[in-house]
């Protein structure tokens, strides 16, 4: 299993290179290469939030919790004073950063339903949801900002499967095709319960006309 350090750097490395493309065909403006390369290296930490120890899941719940602050201080300000507006807060951070993050820790698992295709595919619908109904970007942008989420995803997974190689020894080692799965197949109700998600939130997608300019565009460049 490839470490932090190598996935990050891979992931960044990779999703510069997609960014760089992209400007190549006119499909994004060298101002938005930075943005979508750090949802490229997201994307590339992702599979890995399923590991209690380890940093992405860290850093999760760290921004979640700061998120909670923000939310519920936002939320009680003008109602309460400002002692019951801190007591809330603190309230939300240790709820979220220790509360949540042990149920989540509980009821997950390494290399679990995290860190297969179709979490992948859950984690690109949501950031293009989450881009298209509450941050109200245009379509494309909210379907560019999925593609790298689900890129750099990618990217992991397949590094994982990588370093199950020996290839000095020229062997497989015992995690080889424990990465780069379709879904769990040792938790059947996880992955059930996550592609039930996942086709919620295909539902909620934003119109998929944009992707079809994309090809389009693609195309006129190719005959160029």
Known sequence: MANFKTHVSVAALASLAVAGVAVKIQLISYDQILWLSFLGIVGGMLPDIDAGNSRPVRLLFNVLALLAVSATAELLQHRYGAYWVLGGAAAAYFTVRYGLFTLFD???EH???FHSLLAAVFFAL?????SYHFLHWPVLQAW???FFIVF???VHLLLDELFSVDLK????KKSFGTALKLYHYQNLPASLSLLMLTMVLAWFAPAVLPIRQVIGLLHWHIIK
């Open 106 to 108: 509980h009821f997950t």
């Open 111 to 113: 290399r679990g339903v």
């Open 126 to 130: 949501l950031a293009s949801c989450i």
């Open 144 to 146: 560019l900002n999925g």
């Open 152 to 154: 750099g995803f990618i």
């Open 169 to 172: 020894n020229k062997r497989l």
